[in-house]
Nanobody
Framework: VQLVESGGGLVQPGGSLRLSCAASGFDFRFYGMSWVRQAPGGELEWVSNIDFSGVSTDYVDSVKGRFTISRDNAKTMVYLQMNSLNPEDSAVYYC???????????????????RGKGTRVTVSS
């Protein structure tokens, strides 16, 4: 399993970024995926997930209405569109693979059995 995140960077408050995650080494179309993040000095935090079909999505309350998760099963990609960013969103963002195929993914980070190396997002003026 390989997950490679990209798209992070420095952005001003109120700005937008689109994160991408390229997946390989497993049958991507059958697995739910998540984005999780870790702020400097903080713990890993679940941010959003999407089921294998792309129909069902979920978000942590702090990003609802600002972030949108999506996937392209043909390209084996997962995306996180982040709008109205604020400094509290600064973190390393990781995409993660749910451990069981076909199941709707959960908010529990422990149920994801693979994670990429992350991409850093810094929101600062």
């Amino acid at each position: 399993v390989q997950l490679v995140e990209s798209g992070g960077g420095l952005v001003q408050p109120g700005g937008s970024l689109r994160l991408s995650c390229a997946a390989s080494g497993f049958d991507f179309r059958f697995y739910g995926m998540s984005w999780v993040r870790q702020a400097p000095g903080g713990e890993l935090e679940w941010v959003s997930n999407i089921d294998f079909s792309g129909v069902s999505t979920d978000y942590v309350d702090s990003v609802k209405g600002r972030f949108t998760i999506s996937r392209d099963n043909a390209k084996t990609m997962v995306y996180l569109q982040m709008n109205s960013l604020n400094p509290e969103d600064s973190a390393v963002y990781y995409c993660a693979k749910f451990h069981t195929p076909y199941r709707v993914p959960t908010r529990s980070i422990d149920e994801y059995n693979a994670r990429g190396k992350g991409t850093r997002v810094t929101v600062s003026s």
